[in-house]
């Protein structure tokens, strides 16, 4: 099993940054491709961005280039580092993690309980 507990959302303006971050607890957290999805009310859940336990990552293309994640192995955290922020990019962030880079959430195991991002216009 591996427990994800998400932080550092909250409210945020238009253009301003947030940093999230997934502190994972449990097994072998180093060996787990590592994720984030969102989901915004009254829509469905997307993809945001991915990392293996290797460093390769993956992104939704349209937020490239706004969001970077990361990791730190040695922390067992991920993070969501987003940038320019946008009225749309409200929603609610769940961390993931699975054994395949992939932006298909049926490839992902385990799920936080999310933590909202607010972007005021």
């Known amino acids: 099993q591996v427990q994800l507990v998400e932080s550092g959302g909250g409210l945020v303006q238009t253009g301003g940054s947030l940093r999230l971050s997934c502190a994972a607890s449990?097994?072998?957290?180093?060996?787990?491709?590592m994720g984030w999805f969102r989901q915004a009310p009254g829509k469905e859940r997307e993809f945001v961005a991915a990392?293996?336990?290797?460093?390769?990552?993956l992104y939704e293309d349209s937020l490239k280039g706004r969001f970077t994640i990361s990791r730190d192995n040695s922390k067992n955290t991920v993070y969501l580092q987003m940038n320019s922020l946008k009225p749309e990019d409200t929603a609610v962030y769940y961390c993931?993690?699975?054994?395949?880079?992939?932006?298909?959430?049926?490839?992902?195991?385990?799920w936080g309980q999310g933590t909202q991002v607010t972007v005021s216009s």
């Open positions: 449990g097994r072998s957290f180093s060996y787990y491709t």
């Open positions: 990392i293996r336990w290797s460093g390769g990552d």
């Open positions: 993931v993690a699975g054994n395949r880079l992939s932006s298909g959430p049926d490839w992902y195991d385990y």
